[in-house]
């Protein structure tokens, strides 16, 4: 019988047991409820605009990072193998299937640049998260964005039928950002088998972390079987650690080889103890998902109370319709303290607002009500 990985064990016992768990490991000064969280200095505004998670980095994490300060006078190559022998662990992988970068957003520049270079075509949903193709760009890359569908979904159908033989890459956001909706499973995995016999498909799982749908695969098994596909994977959400700029992608060894050879930053000592501590800390990433559950009911509970229409999310956010021009309605926001996420085009009649600690939640709720009434 193979060993139970992190991942595998968190899923299987279920979020209702990790929470038992938690309560027992945790102090009793550090309660779910009474978990500290320190707002951004000089910043009163609840800031629900990044899809930030408020309450990491985890004590544990903190301790580690302090415990090895001595060690930031030296370059970081040194220091990486026990980082990568974690992920490769918990993703159930070899090492060099690994590739660590500055947060997933160098993940996706590297390979947009590497796929997309002179005239490489770039298929993508529209909207989502597009810093892989407006970097592509910069480098000759010709981008062709299929609209969602009106549910918001994935046009799956429509990107595939856009395959040519100059698509070099598909990119695919699941969950997407900013709509945070989830393609079906099997959807997805037929898309993916399929349209890496002819390219290479990246799948941005960002967000993976928050799906709600009990045992939804990642695409790294499509990686395990020798598909031409990547996935990105970030410690800047669940895990809280978005200013340490920490993630990784997953990719047979070739291409994660080509892939290495066209990073721009090195990841730095400080973020690879964090990460490598982040991955051992399983209380405070179930912690991090009850939370987040917590804020997006009461965010569904303000909407639901006005009336507003929005879509069930997997992610750390929710995407609504607020009735009012986007410019404005983030201005009438800000001035009751609560800042929301950027027009995403060309859905602009749509809004992004993240989820936040329960006074944030509070803050939002009774600025739409200000706004509304």
């Known amino acids: 019988m193979q060993p139970v990985s992190r991942r595998d064990w968190l899923r299987l016992s279920g979020l209702a047991l990790a929470s038992l768990s938690l309560q027992q490991k945790l102090p009793a000064t550090e309660s779910l409820a009474e978990q ?51 992920i490769a662990d918990w993703e159930g992988v070899s090492k060099d299937h690994i590739v660590l970068t500055a947060g997933s957003t160098e993940g996706l520049k590297i390979a947009g640049l590497t796929l997309g270079w002179k005239g490489g075509e770039i298929i993508a949903p529209d909207p989502t998260f597009n ?9 000759g890359a010709k ?45 997805l995995r037929s ?8 390219t290479t498909v990246f799948v941005d799982e ?44 997953v990719a047979n060894p070739i291409m994660a080889s080509k892939l290495i050879a066209n990073r721009v930053a090195f990841v730095g000592t400080v973020g690879m103890v964090a990460a490598k501590e982040a991955l051992a800390d399983k209380a405070f990433y179930a912690f991090s998902l009850l939370k987040n559950k917590e804020a997006k009911d009461h965010i569904y509970a303000t909407l639901d109370s006005l009336g507003l229409v929005y879509m069930p999310s997997h992610t750390n956010f929710v995407f609504f319709k607020p009735k009012k021009e986007l410019g404005a309605f983030n201005k009438e926001l800000e001035k009751w303290g609560v800042q929301a996420g950027r027009p995403f085009p060309p859905l602009i009649e749509w809004s992004r607002i993240s989820t936040g600690t329960m006074e944030e939640m509070q803050q939002f709720r009774i600025a739409m009500q200000k706004i509304y009434s």
């Not at 969602?148 to 429509?158: I, Y």
């Open 36 to 86: 500290p969280f320190m707002p951004m200095p000089g910043n009163p505004m609840a800031r629900l605009s990044s899809n930030e998670n408020p309450y990491g980095p985890s004590e544990r994490v903190k301790k580690a990072i302090i415990d090895k300060m001595d060690v930031v006078c030296r370059y970081p190559f040194s220091y990486q193998d026990e980082l990568l022998q974690a």
């Open 206 to 249: 960002a967000y993976f972390d928050f799906i709600t749908t009990p045992d939804y695969p990642s695409m790294v098994e499509l990686v395990k079987q020798g598909l031409n596909v990547i996935v990105s994977r970030t410690f800047s959400k669940v895990y809280g650690l978005a200013g340490l700029r920490m993630g990784y992608l």
């Open 191 to 198: 898309f993916c088998k399929q349209a890496a016999e002819k």
């Open 143 to 187: 981008i062709h964005k299929i609209p969602v569908k009106p549910s918001l979904d994935h046009d799956l159908v429509g990107m595939a039928a856009k395959i040519n033989e100059n698509t070099k890459l598909i990119f695919v956001c699941n969950p997407n950002n900013p709509t945070g909706t989830l393609i079906p499973e099997n959807d």
């Open 131 to 139: 810093s892989l193709m407006v970097y592509a760009e910069q480098f």
